[in-house]
């Protein structure tokens, strides 16, 4: 079974203290969830319409497995915190095995 990963890319923060309220109740969501993060932080390097700007790379064991922990109940309050304070792109892709 492939892995499966979230890529998300802050494209803009507006509201620093709520991302940092987010991170404090997202990170144990996602850890429960069975995600690990990877990376994260400013890119070391951008290239075409790359930003540089706070990435974070998290692994899961599968595609389901990252979905349901996205729609989990915890990460969604943990969404809620964040609202408005950042624009990301959120993607998850699955791994190639």
Excluded: C
């Excluded at 991302?19 to 996602?30: N, Q």
């Amino acid at each position: 079974m492939a892995k499966a990963y979230w890529m998300v890319s802050y494209r803009k923060v507006t509201d620093p203290q709520r991302v940092a309220e987010y991170s404090k109740l997202a990170a144990p969501a996602i850890a429960n969830g069975g995600g690990r993060i990877l990376a994260r932080g400013a890119a070391a390097f951008a290239h075409e319409a790359g930003l540089i700007e706070r990435t974070v790379l998290t692994e899961f064991d599968s595609l389901q497995q990252a979905v349901s922990a996205f729609e989990s109940v915890d990460y969604q309050a943990a969404l809620k915190i964040l609202g408005t304070a950042a624009e990301r792109d959120f993607r998850i892709v699955e791994g190639v095995e």
